[in-house]
């Protein structure tokens, strides 16, 4: 980082160095156009030598740390956006149980657990809440049907 500072920081002042003599110097016929030239040839030489110092082994280190640096933000990117589909999924659920179990008039409580496999899914409930035998029965079938979460994997509580 330190050396990309470095080479801008000396164009920088060659650049306004060759500002200063253009202005000074540079005025019309042929003492302003050499100069003008000779400063044109100095900011490319500025530009481009250190570029051409530069060693293909260097690059490759750098283009090693990018490569991990890239790595590690994917990785990260989508660790953070897996964990806010699985929100959705959850939220989502949840929102249909609760759906479901107001219109057989009872009101509960909804945690939903998403598989770990992919796609993510529903894989197991907990619902509290007073309900009634039928309604619980009919909710129970309606979570296994439409959900794919089986019976089994359905923790009724209160």
Known sequence: ???????????TVVALCCGVLSSVLGKKGLAGGTVKFLCGMVMLLAVVGPLLSLRIGDMQGAFKDLSQDANAITAFGRETALKEYAGIIKERTAAYILDKAESLGAELTVEVTLSDDEPLAP???????????YAKKVLSDTIAKDLGVQVEDQIWTG
């Open 1 to 11: 980082m330190g050396s990309v500072r470095e080479y801008l920081l000396g164009i």
């Open 123 to 133: 894989c197991g409930v907990k619902l509290s809440g007073a309900i009634s035998p």
